[in-house]
C-alpha cells in the first residue's frame, strides 16, 4: 500500500532542461516537503508547504521551484537542469493529526548530463 | 538555524554486539523523532519523543530523551544484520509547519 509516490524512479535529463518531478499522497496530509540527499550532506530541505498554493523555502531553494495546486500533489520544478542538481530527491508528507512524523516516497534518483 | 549534531558517524559492530548513536543539540528541542533508511531505500519513520526523559522501547530497539531536551540515543541490543543502515535523528520545528532538521545521520554495518 504505497502511499507517497513518486512519479520517476530514475531520471537523466540534460543541461538546461526544464525539469519536474512530481510527488502524490493519499493521506489527506496537509504538509509535504522536498529534500535532496547526497552522500556526506546527510538530507536537506529544499522546499516545503503546509497548505494548498502555500510554499516556504528550506534551507536550498536556489535553482528549484514548487507548485502545489491540489492538497494531494507536490510538485518540485527545476528551472534550468545543472549538473550540481545531479542528486537523490526525495518527497515527503506529514499531519498534525498523525504528530508530524513523515512518509517518504521511494525517492527519484536525477542524473543531469 | 536549529542544528544537531549524531555521532557517531559510522559503526561498524560483529552481530550480537550492542549499538548506539547520540544526537546533541545546543538548544532545548520540543520534541525528536527517529528514522531508519536501510541501504538503497527510503528513511522511514521509527518514533518520536516528547517529554524530558522520556524512554520509549520496540524491541531491541530502546529511544531516550534527555532530562534537559537537548540530547537523544538509540540504543541497539544485539545487533541483527537486518539492523543495517542509516539511522537519523530529527528534530520537529512545530512553528515551521512541521518541519524536520535532519541530523548527519549514523551508518550502522554488521558483520555477521
Known amino acids: 500500500d504505497v502511499k507517497v509516490t513518486q512519479s520517476s524512479r530514475y531520471l537523466v535529463k540534460r543541461t538546461g532542461e526544464k525539469v519536474f518531478l512530481e510527488c502524490v499522497q493519499d493521506m489527506d496530509h496537509e504538509n509535504m516537503f522536498w529534500y535532496r540527499q547526497d552522500p556526506g550532506l546527510g538530507l536537506r530541505l529544499i522546499y516545503f508547504?503546509?497548505?494548498?498554493?502555500?510554499?516556504e523555502k528550506g534551507d536550498i531553494p536556489e535553482g528549484y521551484s514548487v507548485s502545489r495546486e491540489k492538497k494531494e500533489r507536490f510538485s518540485l520544478i527545476l528551472e534550468s537542469a545543472s549538473t550540481n542538481q545531479t542528486s537523490m530527491y526525495l518527497c515527503?508528507?506529514?499531519?498534525?493529526?498523525?504528530?508530524?512524523?513523515?512518509?517518504f516516497g521511494s525517492g527519484t534518483r536525477l542524473t543531469v548530463v | 538555524g536549529q542544528q544537531v549534531m549524531q555521532i557517531p558517524q559510522y559503526q561498524h559492530v560483529q552481530e550480537g554486539e550492542d549499538f548506539t548513536t547520540y544526537c546533541n543539540s545546543s538548544?532545548?528541542?520540543?520534541?525528536i523523532q527517529w528514522y531508519k533508511q536501510r541501504p538503497g531505500g527510503h528513511p522511514v519513520f521509527l518514533i518520536q519523543l516528547v517529554k524530558s526523559g522520556e524512554v520509549k522501547k520496540q524491541k531491541r530497539l530502546t529511544f531516550q530523551f534527555g532530562e534537559a531536551k537537548k540530547n537523544s540515543s538509540l540504543h541497539i541490543t544485539a545487533t541483527q544484520t537486518t539492523d543495517v543502515g542509516t539511522y537519523f535523528c530529527a528534530p520537529l520545528l512545530y512553528n515551521q509547519g512541521g518541519k524536520l532538521i535532519f541530523g548527519q545521520g549514523t551508518e550502522l554495518s554488521v558483520k555477521p
Open positions: 515527503a508528507s506529514s499531519s498534525r493529526r498523525k504528530n508530524y512524523g513523515y512518509t
Open positions: 538548544t532545548t528541542l520540543s520534541n
Open positions: 508547504s503546509y497548505d494548498v498554493k502555500m510554499k
